[in-house]
């Protein structure tokens, strides 16, 4: 795990200066280095959407109506920490989710409770410094459930549709004013979705299946600079679930 560590300078007052000028100094100094780190995490610029208009329709895509338990394992970084761990996700279609996470060497970990649009993570800090919002959330889990929007745009590229959703006014996501959606499906399941602000990509959800046929899922929010992925190492369907598990404790 690393830290950062704040290093407190003292420099004697220069002749002539009040506290007063001193201190507007070292605001003016805290104000320049903060907008230089602004600047370092800046999002992307988004692409323009690729492949041939298409008049295809996004599929209904929705998790596995049987009760299910997803074990993985998760590893976690941005710019002050990193962890790995294990977990589970307990899955009961259409739209409830718990996502419970521990950090390797048996130390304690977090959970989240995802149901419809609603994610609460009331097990701690770190559940809530890994996990993306809940459209995201659902995306990693294969589900499309994305906030209503104004227009559509599509695009087919092979084997992939790709949209954008959002106020789009005749454009793409790209060139959209404020925020939109874009999302990839391959071969009839999400592959990936981006949140889109001002014409950049803020954060994204990809899944891809591995050669051993189970799924890898990477999340990356770019101006956070934060980056989870999870693996997929076992899938067990079950008859369904305590009714306890959904609630906060």
């Not at 998760?74 to 009961?92: L, P, S």
Request: aromatic share 8%; hydrophobic share 40%; with cysteine.
């Amino acid at each position: 795990m690393s830290r950062t560590f704040f290093i407190r300078r003292f420099v004697p007052a220069a002749a002539g200066w009040s506290y007063r000028e001193q201190t507007r100094s070292r605001m003016t100094a805290v104000c320049a280095i903060a907008a230089v780190i602004a600047l370092s995490a800046c999002a992307p610029k988004t692409r323009p959407l690729t492949g041939a208009p298409t008049r295809a329709a996004l599929p209904e895509l929705a998790v596995d109506p049987r009760p299910h338990v997803l074990e993985f394992t998760w590893e976690y970084k941005d710019e002050t920490f990193e962890a790995t761990g294990d977990g589970a996700v307990r899955v009961q279609g259409p739209d409830r989710a718990r996502l419970d996470f521990f950090l390797r060497n048996g130390m304690a970990g977090g959970y989240a409770i995802l149901i419809g649009d609603t994610l609460n993570t009331p097990g701690g800090d770190l559940v809530k410094r890994l996990l993306p919002p809940a459209p995201l959330l659902w995306a990693s889990l294969g589900r499309l459930a994305l906030p209503a929007t104004s227009d559509t745009t599509a695009r087919m590229d092979g084997d992939t549709l790709r949209a954008d959703l959002g106020a789009l006014r005749g454009k793409d996501a790209s060139a959209a004013d404020g925020r939109a959606w874009r999302v990839a499906v391959v071969g009839g399941g999400l592959y990936r979705v981006e949140r889109i602000e001002g014409g950049k990509t803020v954060e994204w959800v990809e899944r891809r299946r591995e050669a051993n046929g189970k799924w890898r899922v990477h999340y990356v929010h770019e101006r956070g600079k934060r980056r989870l992925t999870i693996a997929i190492t076992d899938t067990k369907f079950v008859e369904g679930f305590d009714a306890a598990i959904w609630r906060r404790s």
